[in-house]
C-alpha cells in the first residue's frame, strides 16, 4: 500500500515536472521566436531607411512594402520615410499608377496614426491627407465641396496640430469659393475667418516664442551654435510663411466683408448673441478692421462686449470709440487700462501695436512711437515697429527742421530707423536715403560727420553721413 501510494507521488511530481519543462521549453521558443521577429524587423527597416536616406527611393520602396505588412510597429521611421518613398513615387508617375500611390500614401498615414499615434497627429496628418487630394484634384475628380470637409474634418478633428500655413490657405480658399457659389451663407465665411485666423495667430506666436529665447541670447552676448542658428532661421523662415499667408487670407476675403454686408449680419443677430463673448469679440474686431466703426452698431457691440467679458480688448476698443468721438483724455486712459490689464508677452506686444497704429492716424506721433517701442521690449523678434516709426519720421520730414537741408536730414534718420528692421526694412531705408541731401548738397553745405539736432515731436538727433 505504502509503496503504492510512493509511486503515485512519483508519478505526478513526474508528471508536474514535465509540464514545468514543457511551458518553460514553450516560452523559450517563443522568445527565441519574439527576438528572432524583431531582428528580422531590424534587418528589413534598416535597409529600406539607408536606401531612403540616400534618397534612393525607387530601391527603398519594396522594404517599405514588406516593413509595413510584417513589422508595422517596429519604428516610427517606416512612416516618416515611407512619406518621403510615396512621394517620389506620386512625383513620378502619371494617370491610374498616380491614383494608386496617392490612394496609398494616404493609407500610410492612417496606419501612421493607428500605430504611432503621438509621432503623428490627427490635425496634421489628416490636413496632409486632404491637401494631397487638393494637389491632385483634377486627376482625382473630388469636388471643392470634398475637399473643403476633408480639411474641415481635420480641423475639427484637432485643431492644435493643424499648423501647416500651405493648408490652412487653402482651407479658407475652398471656403471662399463656396461662398461665392452660394453653398455657404455668410455667418459660415466669417466665422471660418475667425477660426483660420486665430490658428495662425497661435502658431505665429509659438515660433515667436522660440525665436524671442534665441534673440534674447544673442542681445545679451552669447554666440549661438551652428544648431541655434539652423533654428533661429527656421522659425524667421515660418513667422514669414505665416505673415504672408495671413495677408493673403486677408485677400480672399476682400470685400466679401465690407461694411455694407457685416452691419446687416451682426444686426440681425446681435439680440441672438448679445452675451456671447466670442460672437462679440469676433464682432467688434471685424467692424474695427473694415473700418465700420463709425456705424452705432459699432458702439452698440463694444458696450456689450465690454459688459460680457471686461478685458484687455474691452478696454482698447472703448479707447477707440472715445478716440474717434474726440474725447483724448479719456481714450488714452482707456489705453492704458488695456494696455496694463494684459499680461501675455506676446499679446501685449501686438496690442501695444494696435494702440500705436491708432495714435499713428490720428497724426499723435510722439504718443505712438511709445507704443512702438513698448512692442519692440515685448516681442524683439518683431521688427515691423522699426518701419513704422521710420514712416512717422519721414512724413514729419517739413514740420521737424529749420532749414532745407535739415528738414531733409530727418530722411536719414528714417532709413536708419527702417535699416534696423533687417531686410523688410531695406526697401524703405532705400527710398528714404533717396530724398535726403547729396553728397554734393553735404559738401556745399559743409557739415559731413556733424550732428543735426531734429526737434518738434522726434527729439532726435542724426549725423550727416561722412563724404
Known amino acids: 500500500m505504502i509503496d503504492g501510494l510512493k ?56 522594404g517599405l512594402q514588406d516593413v509595413r505588412t510584417n513589422c508595422a510597429k517596429y519604428h516610427y521611421g517606416t512612416y516618416k520615410y515611407g512619406e518621403k518613398i510615396l512621394e517620389h513615387k506620386i512625383d513620378n508617375s502619371s494617370g491610374e499608377e498616380k491614383k494608386a500611390f496617392i490612394a496609398d500614401l494616404a493609407k500610410l498615414y492612417a496606419e ?21 487630394n487638393y494637389d491632385n484634384k483634377d486627376l482625382l475628380g473630388i469636388s471643392d ?27 479658407f480658399k475652398l471656403m471662399v469659393g463656396l461662398f461665392d457659389s452660394g453653398a455657404k451663407p455668410a455667418t459660415d465665411l466669417f466665422n471660418k475667418y475667425d477660426d483660420v485666423v486665430e ?41 514669414d510663411a505665416f505673415e504672408k499667408v495671413s495677408g493673403s487670407v486677408d485677400t480672399e476675403l476682400g470685400t466679401r466683408a465690407n461694411c455694407e454686408n457685416l452691419i446687416p449680419l451682426y444686426s440681425k443677430d446681435f439680440d441672438a448673441n448679445s452675451t456671447n463673448a466670442v460672437w462679440l469679440k469676433r464682432a467688434v474686431s471685424k467692424m474695427f478692421h473694415k473700418e465700420c466703426t463709425e456705424d452705432p452698431l459699432y ?8 459688459a460680457a467679458e471686461s478685458s484687455a480688448d474691452t478696454k482698447y476698443f472703448v479707447g477707440t470709440i472715445l478716440f474717434n468721438k474726440g474725447k483724448v483724455t479719456e481714450a488714452m486712459n482707456y489705453f492704458k487700462e488695456s494696455f496694463d490689464l494684459q499680461t501675455d508677452p506676446l499679446k501685449k506686444a501686438k496690442l501695444a501695436k494696435k494702440i500705436a497704429a491708432s495714435l499713428k492716424k490720428k497724426g499723435r506721433f510722439g504718443e505712438a512711437r511709445q507704443y512702438f517701442e513698448k512692442a519692440l521690449k515685448l516681442n524683439p523678434s518683431d521688427k515691423s515697429p522699426h518701419i513704422y516709426i521710420a514712416s512717422m519720421y519721414a512724413s514729419s520730414a517739413n514740420n521737424c527742421g529749420d532749414t532745407n537741408f535739415n528738414k531733409r536730414a530727418v530722411f536719414w534718420l528714417a532709413a536708419n530707423e527702417a535699416d534696423r528692421a533687417g531686410g523688410k526694412g531695406a ?26 539736432s531734429i526737434g518738434c515731436w522726434i527729439g532726435r538727433s542724426v549725423t550727416v553721413p561722412s563724404l
Do not use: W
Request: aromatic share 12%; hydrophobic share 40%.
Open 7 to 62: 509511486n503515485e507521488n512519483i508519478t505526478k511530481k513526474n508528471i508536474t515536472i514535465m509540464r514545468l519543462k514543457a511551458t518553460l521549453l514553450f516560452v523559450l521558443l517563443l522568445s527565441v521566436t519574439f527576438v528572432n521577429a524583431q531582428d528580422d524587423c531590424a534587418t528589413k527597416f534598416s535597409l529600406m531607411y539607408e536606401s531612403a536616406k540616400a534618397k534612393a527611393y525607387d530601391a527603398a520602396y519594396p
Open 112 to 132: 501612421a496614426q493607428t500605430h504611432f499615434a503621438s509621432k503623428f497627429p490627427k490635425g496634421e496628418y489628416m490636413a496632409k491627407e486632404a491637401q494631397l
Open 145 to 171: 465641396a470634398d475637399l473643403y470637409n476633408q480639411f474641415d474634418a481635420a480641423y475639427n478633428a484637432d485643431a492644435a496640430t493643424f499648423d501647416s500655413a500651405k493648408s490652412l490657405y487653402v482651407y
Open 199 to 239: 490658428r495662425i495667430d497661435a502658431v505665429t506666436a509659438d515660433y515667436q516664442v522660440k525665436l524671442n529665447k534665441l534673440v534674447a541670447k544673442e542681445e545679451a552676448g552669447t554666440t549661438l551654435t551652428s544648431k541655434d542658428k539652423k533654428y533661429k532661421a527656421n522659425y524667421e523662415a515660418n513667422i
Open 299 to 306: 458702439e452698440k457691440l463694444v458696450k456689450a462686449y465690454d
Open 427 to 452: 526697401a524703405y531705408a532705400t527710398s528714404y536715403r533717396a530724398k535726403a541731401p547729396t553728397k554734393s548738397e553735404i559738401f556745399s553745405a559743409g557739415n559731413a560727420g556733424q550732428k543735426i
